[in-house]
């Protein structure tokens, strides 16, 4: 984790999304990215995520899969579909792990996968990547 | 202050023999220009123009080679600190002679170093000038005795000539005339034996007239150094004072033809009120006591030097007005009375300004030992709180870490749970698929906040640390709930399982399982045991299954009701031969059609309500073993659910259970 925690990083002018039925993982997604310095938002369901995109469209979404009503598969779905949000960058964060899931997860547009429970190493490291490429693609 | 540094400078000026009309230093003409701008803004303490016009000055003097130029720079240097000092408040008093001092210290190795040792002795006018101004005699006083002692020890007779007429000139204001007249001798002397031409051309008329001032009218040394007066005023062209004495002689010795003419030579002459300020008031008053009458009052009082005074009263005490003379000679003692005491405040004043300087010091000292002190001790508590700090954050995280591995224990535990699940029988691969996403909730939360918990100090306050040890203990306690439900379920399947018969009774099975499950409710929710009857009753069954399978009924209610209450009640009634439980809720309740759905293993009538689905079915499979019944009461409406557990009163106990546990 050393690496993540020696560098200052300023992501003040991202926004980024989190989704999750569960608030505890929220607050533990929202804890574990707080020296990002993000602009944090966070929904509970498929439509919740789906309206904060209208609202204002994020730089990165952090998403559950097993959701009530619209489950993150078919957020993701949605989300490609749609011209306009087409390019957001995507990481699931799931409980589900088969190798099935992940297929099914980057068939439908995920720029990454990281299962529950969430690794902070690996999270940051995610993270930053996308991040990185985001910052890229506004170049 | 400015009138004598006026006067001064243009006696500086007039002491250089070929001084230009345009450029009386006779230094380089550029460093005259600056130099003129330095006198003009010499005085103007509201800008700093002077210091840069006197910093060009010593610029171009180097630039330029002018020693002399460069030597009139720290004198100017020096005129401006004593400036400074003189509207210095007391307490800037110190700094501003340690100013003085140093300039002038700095002036005189200048002058030595140039050859121009006059400016160094000019310059004790201006710090002499500057102390009398700031009412420190002492410090006046000690300085003259320095410029003495140089000019002694230099054999500068220049020197010595200033610092002998300034302490002449000293001690006359102070009325000491025993000192006045032993500096003037002394004045007197070096005149008249130097060579230095500088001294040579100086006008001893004032001398030689202050020293016979030190002597009464009727004193021959008087006569005597008047007479010297007049021969050095005519020496020196200087008439006009030789006229004014000697027709003041002249009415003393009631001489009045001679009095007259030198009267009308003095008043004839135009500079005369300029060189005699009250000249015109004392031949006033003279004429009036030569007339034997008594001079208007107002005319007496503009009369203010003690000279006049003294003379006056002796002339009218030659002349027979004796009451003028007695009134004269007090207003003189009166007049000296006053600059005496006046002179006594300075030195008292100046004294008590020393000592008040000297406690301020000792208190300044005294208070830089009590900073010391405090910075010490503040340092001390400081350390001691870092350390206090240091350790209680290292226990803290020591314990953090013994808690998370314990969790990473109680995972791997899990895990080998469920290694065991999944080989025992494949068809529990569904099971297990949900099990790893009801494991991984609260397992994220644990290894998540663990992770965070862990993080180096600084990361998170205290506040939300403890928030997260609470995750983390809630957590666990998931996760623990869980493990026993998935432990239970396999001990069910694998016949591992022991129904132990003894005696129960009825309330107490019931209010241990709501002390249980009271933790579990939501905030604002009620939970509360009603029985049928008070009585206790006691039957044979196994009260820690009966109450296990209560405790889920409960957990259950709990999970789902989120306002109201629920309700634990027992009867003995409902159904004759058999204890009745009734666990109800104001819960969402559950459809009728899904009455049987629910008991049936991994069924989630809310998929995201958190829990294994084993619940309930765990409970019927206990429930059969006992020979009893738990069953969702469909007929109830009033919102909200109802679970039923009946117990036989007599159950049927197979043999080995029996012997096992009685």
Redesign the interface.
Known sequence: MAPFFEQEYDYSKYNVLAVDDIPLNLLLVKKMLSRFNFEFRTAADGQQALDAVAAKKPDLILLDLMMPGIDGFEVIRRLRANPETADIQIVILSALNSNEDVVKGFNEGANDFIMKPIIMEKLLSCVVTQMQLVAAKNR | MRKLTTFFFCLLAALLPLAAQNNPYEIDDVCYECLRRAEDTVDDLETDEFEQANARLLEQSIVRHDEKARTLYYVFALRRLCRKGEVATPEQRKQANEDVDLAFDVLRDVARETGLTQYYYYSYDLAQNYYFTTRQISRAFSLLDKMLKDSEQENDEYGLWQALRFLAQVYQQQLDVLNTRRYLKQCLDLYNTTKDPTIRRQPVTRIYCDLADTYDFQDDSCRLYYNKAFQSAKAHMDTLRCAYYQAQIAAFDKNLKEYHTRRDFCLNDPAFRSFFRTGPEMFDCTDAIIQRERPSQALLDTLYLPRQQQFIGRLASQWGLHDLSLYMMRKRFEAMQSILSNINDMRLEEASGQFEAYRLNRQLRERDEEVALATRLVVALLVIILIGALAFSLTHIRILRRERKADEERIRELKEANDQVQLANAAKTRFV?NM??EV??P???????S??LS??DG??SEE?KTE?SE?VIN?TQMLTMLLDDILNTSAIDSGNYRISYGPGEVHRIARAAIKSTEHRLKPGVRMYYQPESEEPFTFTTDPRRVQQILINLLSNACKHTTEGEICLSSSLTRRPDFVSFLVTDTGPGVPADQAEKIFERFTKLN??VQGTGLGLSICRDVASRMGAKVYLDTTYTDGGARFVLELPVTPEIPEEETTETK
Request: zero cysteines.
């Open positions: 698929q790893s996403h991984r909730t397992l994220n939360a644990i290894v998540g906040f992770q965070l993080l180096p990361s998170f939300e997260f995750h957590n998929e995201f």
